[in-house]
């Protein structure tokens, strides 16, 4: 494979007016570096940057940007601080529980530097919305876990021909590049078609190695000061890949598909990553149970007035912090690959469940293209189950 070549660029910001005494104190560790130097210094100044997402990628994002001065910082997120985001979401402390996000965001942005202007975005990005808000800034940021949102944050910086960083993590894992229509690949040259649902699992379900956040977050800030004062090489065209477990960095180039022409609307990006729209939907709808149903079943089961068999498609270390009483475990994977099918009983309904119902949507679709017709799943799975049923029990 030939080597990805490295792409150097004008910078993207004008310098901002001169620094006061105070910002030449605070960054003087940049402005005796020749490279960024007082111009470069005024142009990091002079930036405006949004970061789509406080959470795992954008914590380390914004703290490091925020240090090094960038101007004006957005922030685009709409959730609320959960006990399970501390272990990765520097930003945020356990007196933040409860608190949304964005704003958390802001006060630890402001903590660490009283120079930045921090904009917040507290709602979902949506076509409706995007362009407005894209507009107002000189570089995105992307590190969220979704694909239907990664499609429209490539597709808005696009046709407004912004440059955006994309990043990624799952388990011990991380991707990050540099796109820009106009200049170089976007995110459709890397993923013409959108993985099919269930394929790629969310941190939430999969699970993400804290620290792997600060790597690839860091990458991410460096990518962004390096466009805003044009200094080094970007990862334009360039895929870096991190594996934390073997400690290894690996590049592999983004090339323009020919095949794909220019960017120029906005799609359902739902129904483009399979979402919505097909025959599975209508099926899930038609095919759902609520966790107090359950409840009621199990306990006909128990008094011999139902019969039904109860599946897990969660995975082991997952089955060991928290179950459903009475069910057992078949991991999802297992219904992918085939291997599941020898395990499903023919004489009693299957009822299938997950952490939160996306998992077993999955495989409920599996087993009623292979016969199981009456099969449901639970939504909401464990996670409605320990809030609505059984609060005793863990969560995660």
């Not at 904009?119 to 995007?130: A, F, G, M, S, T």
């Not at 200049?183 to 699970?207: F, H, I, N, Q, V």
């Not at 890949?241 to 590049?251: G, H, N, Q, S």
């Not at 498609?313 to 599941?340: D, H, M, T, W, Y």
Request: proline share 5%; glycine share 10%; hydrophobic share 40%.
């Amino acid at each position: 494979m030939a080597a990805a070549k490295s792409v150097k660029l004008a910078p993207l910001v004008e310098p901002a007016g001169e620094l006061s005494q105070s910002e030449i104190e605070r960054y003087s560790r940049h402005l005796i570096i020749p490279e960024v130097g007082l111009v470069g210094q005024r142009r990091i100044k002079n930036a405006k940057v949004l970061v789509i997402g406080a959470g795992g990628l954008g914590s380390p994002t914004l703290l490091y940007l925020a240090a090094a001065g960038v101007g004006t910082l957005g922030i685009v997120d709409f959730d609320v601080v959960d006990e399970s985001n501390l272990q990765r979401q520097v930003i945020h402390s356990q007196s933040d529980i409860g608190r949304p996000k964005a704003v958390s965001a802001k006060e630890s942005v402001q903590g660490i530097n009283p120079h930045v202007k921090v904009v917040l975005h507290e709602e979902r990005l949506e076509n409706h919305n995007v362009l407005d808000i894209f507009a107002q800034y000189d570089l995105i940021l992307d590190g969220t876990d979704n694909f239907a949102t990664r499609y429209l944050v490539n597709d808005a910086a696009a046709i407004l021909e912004k440059p955006y960083v994309s990043g990624s993590i799952f388990r011990f894992d991380g991707q990050v590049s540099v796109f820009w229509q106009g200049k170089g690949p976007t995110y459709r040259d890397l993923y013409p078609e959108a993985p099919p649902p269930g394929m790629a699992p969310s941190c939430a379900e999969g699970g993400v190695f804290g620290v792997l956040c600060a790597a690839i977050g860091s990458v991410m800030a460096t990518e962004a000061i390096k466009l805003i004062t044009g200094i080094g090489d970007v990862l334009l065209g360039r895929l870096l890949m991190f594996d934390a477990l073997e400690m290894k960095w690996r590049e592999l180039p983004v090339r323009k598909d020919p095949e794909i022409g220019p960017i120029t609307e906005l799609i359902d990006y739902d129904y483009f990553c399979g979402l919505k729209g097909g025959e599975d939907e209508a099926l899930i709808a038609a095919s759902t149970i609520d966790v107090h149903t359950l409840a009621e079943r199990l306990e006909a089961r128990t008094a011999g007035k139902d019969d039904f068999i109860l599946i897990d498609v969660r995975e082991q270390n997952e089955f060991e912090i928290n179950r459903i009483p009475g069910s057992i475990l078949i991991p999802k994977g297992e219904f992918l690959s085939g291997e599941a099918f020898a395990k499903l009983p023919s004489d009693k309904q299957i009822v299938i469940h997950c952490k939160s119902g996306k998992r077993s949507a999955d495989a409920l679709a599996v087993v009623h293209r292979i016969g199981f017709t009456d099969a449901v799943h639970v939504g909401g799975g464990v996670v409605a189950w320990v809030e609505e049923i059984d609060p005793e029990q863990s969560r995660y």
